[in-house]
């Protein structure tokens, strides 16, 4: 009966965790997109200068997705893109992790957290808002670096997100979703995510064993911030292969 209970309950924080961070992705977007649109409305550059300004000589992105959250590992146009050196893995990878736009995405989440009493070894207060606050801050930056920086240059693997840009709806978005699972190697081949899948699992394995309370230092832990994450960065690729065609959509009703 007892470890009937602890697996429902290591269920139910499971559930709650990665509904807690789809929800406030999903929210968060929606807001956004409509804070988007009247910025472009007001003042949009003409298409052709967002075309040429919004990515580097490399191909990457440099811009932000519904004009807040960091896009600096997205390729539109991937043709024969070069390849990243693993210090521009690094470099591209701290930027958007220290991006100002994370800070306040871990602090939203920290709140929802503090709200529904999730992480009860946490406490509440200021305190477990604050220890909230640096638990989801240190999840996201260490995965960030080991499925973005650590393993591709290690694995010879490339972390940014190639737009296929064409086709339907549901095929684009499950070709988004499979990018979990897939990724294109530096030598231009497409490969397993190893990155991506292992590079999770290990920093969900160091924010369990570390950093969090000692009751929460379990496998069921490991495989809820796991899931989140690698959920969290679906959703992720979904609104980076998507973005591109909003934009220009708002440009368009714009200029008409």
Not at 24 to 44: E, G, K
Not at 194 to 199: K, M, N, P, R, T
Not at 232 to 254: G, M, N, Q, T
Request: hydrophobic residues 40%; proline residues 4%.
């Amino acid at each position: 009966m007892e470890t009937c209970c602890v697996e429902n309950m290591n269920c139910s924080l499971s559930n709650a965790l990665i509904g807690r961070r789809v929800r406030l992705a999903v929210t968060f977007i929606t807001v956004c997109s409509w804070d988007a649109a009247a910025q472009q409305t007001a003042s949009a550059p003409a298409p052709e200068t967002v075309s040429q300004t919004s990515a580097t000589a490399g191909g990457t992105a440099n811009n932000r997705l519904f004009g807040v959250l960091p896009n600096f590992l997205t390729v539109e146009n991937a043709g024969s893109v070069p390849p990243l050196t693993a210090a521009q893995k690094f470099e591209l990878t701290a930027r958007g992790s220290f991006d100002w736009a994370e800070f306040v995405w871990y602090g939203a989440l920290a709140g929802i957290g503090q709200l529904e009493h999730s992480d009860a070894g946490q406490g509440q207060g200021g305190a477990g808002y604050g220890r909230r606050y640096a638990v989801d801050l240190a999840d996201g930056t260490i995965e960030n670096f080991t499925t973005k920086a650590i393993l591709p240059s290690l694995l010879h693997q490339d972390p940014r997100y190639f737009r296929l840009g064409q086709g339907g709806i549901g095929h684009r978005t499950w070709y988004a979703i499979s990018r979990i699972f897939v990724t294109r190697g530096d030598s231009g081949h497409s490969q397993f995510n190893y990155s991506e899948v292992l590079g999770g699992g290990s920093a969900a394995a160091i924010s369990a064993y570390s950093y969090h309370p000692g009751d929460d230092r379990s496998l069921a832990t490991v495989g809820s911030v796991w899931g989140e994450q690698m959920g969290y960065d679906a959703l992720s690729f979904v609104a980076k292969e998507f973005w591109p065609d909003i934009s220009r959509k708002f440009h368009k009703s714009k200029s008409e």
